[in-house]
């Protein structure tokens, strides 16, 4: 039985900081190459911030950018819900600090923490509300600063990830086939040790003795996660194509998390999808967590790869473990 949302995705925006690093810039501050890093990941380049700016400033950026475009004044929105495992500080909550910088005088909002699929959770949760009726214009935004909580003496972890954000505008429809058509959320916590951040919050307080220990940073068993994410994606997507009677020769699009190239060639290649179908920037990118398939959207409409009608698969896995798809028909 699917799980269908009377909701829609009409708009899409992004923000990348400027400053580009590039695999020859870490070859001079970790023992790396870019041949490996290309090879095993995918990844060229990554953005990464300035000093001072945080998940809400590109939040911000990428959600003004969405309500110009589409020309909706910030008072119209409703809800805002923000993906990031870096959020600007414990509490208040990020969503609060977007909410007051764009004008949203009419939207409540909070901050949701599943990592890799933490997108893709918030874009579920923000069209629930709007599917219900409740809600008439909702924010789903995915917004993190990797490079905040990075080693960069860790060499199998800081070249995998970069800096960036992106927004949607979630809307109802009365379309039946148009919107969220399927989607599947999951969580598997026996993971949770395979990539964390043990400092910093109630169990590991910050203290001189977290930070000699390196305790605010990304701690993962990279092959145990990357086994996982082929499997789960692949699994999940090959599940919401067939309980909605579809084959990957059905999509038009798949728009997977960026977290390394082989990942998603693996998760395809299950789906019999071929390259022409997969959005990829992981080579311009890294792995921006919660910014990745909102970015990926951005890039697919401007590249002209994302028309109205076409049969879409969102699909992302990420710490927790989290894994999340989403089959939606495009709409706009
Ligand atoms: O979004 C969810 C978050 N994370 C992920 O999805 C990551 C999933 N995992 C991965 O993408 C991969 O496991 C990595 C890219 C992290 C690692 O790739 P791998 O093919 O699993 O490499 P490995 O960890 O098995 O390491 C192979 C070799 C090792 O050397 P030895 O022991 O064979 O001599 C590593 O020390 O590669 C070495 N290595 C590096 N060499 C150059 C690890 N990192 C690097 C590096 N540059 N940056």
């Given at each position: 039985m699917g799980k269908r949302i009377a909701a829609k995705i009409t708009g899409v925006a992004g923000y990348l900081p400027p400053r580009v690093m590039t695999n020859a810039d870490l070859e001079k501050i970790v023992d790396t190459n870019d041949e490996w890093i290309r090879t095993r990941t995918g990844i060229r380049?990554?953005?990464?911030?300035?000093?001072?700016?945080a998940a809400s400033h590109m939040a911000v950026e990428a959600a003004k950018k969405l309500l110009s475009q589409k020309k909706v004044s910030p008072e119209e929105i409703e809800l805002i819900v923000l993906a990031s495992?870096?959020?600007?500080?414990?509490?208040?909550?990020?969503?609060?600090?977007?909410?007051?910088?764009?004008?949203a005088k009419n939207a409540w909002g909070f901050d949701?923490?599943?990592?890799?699929?933490?997108?893709?959770?918030?874009?579920?949760?923000?069209?629930?509300?709007?599917?219900?009726?409740?809600?008439?214009?909702?924010?789903?935004?995915?917004?993190?600063?990797?490079t905040s909580i990075i080693n960069y003496e860790d060499r199998a972890t800081c070249v995998l990830f970069g800096d960036g954000a992106g927004a949607v505008l979630v809307e109802p429809t009365e379309n039946g086939n148009e919107g969220i058509l399927d989607f599947h959320n999951?969580?598997?916590g026996s993971g949770g040790c395979q990539l964390y951040m043990p400092g910093g919050g109630s169990l590991n307080p910050a203290s001189h003795?977290?930070?000699?220990?390196?305790m605010h940073y990304v701690h993962q068993e990279g092959s145990a996660v990357f086994k996982y994410a082929v499997r789960r994606m692949a699994d999940v997507s090959a599940m919401l194509l067939e309980r909605n009677g579809f084959t990957g020769k059905d999509l038009a699009l798949v728009v997977p998390h960026q977290a390394n190239l082989r990942i998603i060639r693996a998760m395809q290649e299950r789906l019999g999808v071929d390259d022409s179908?997969?959005?990829?920037?992981?080579?311009?990118?890294?792995?921006?967590?919660?910014?990745t398939v909102p970015l990926g959207l951005m890039d697919a409409l401007a590249e002209g790869r994302l028309r109205k009608g076409d049969l879409v698969m969102l699909v992302a896995v990420g710490a927790g473990f989290t894994t999340s798809g989403i089959l939606l028909r495009w709409a706009c």
């Open positions: 380049e990554r953005h990464v911030v300035d000093k001072g700016m495992v870096t959020p600007d500080m414990m509490f208040p909550a990020t969503a609060c600090l977007i909410q007051d910088r764009i004008g949701l923490s599943a990592a890799c699929s933490g997108f893709l959770f918030a874009l579920t949760v923000a069209a629930q509300f709007v599917g219900a009726g409740t809600h008439k214009k909702a924010l789903a935004i995915g917004s993190d600063v990797m999951d969580v598997d003795e977290t930070v000699d220990k390196k179908k997969v959005l990829v920037n992981i080579e311009r990118y890294g792995n921006t967590t919660a910014g």
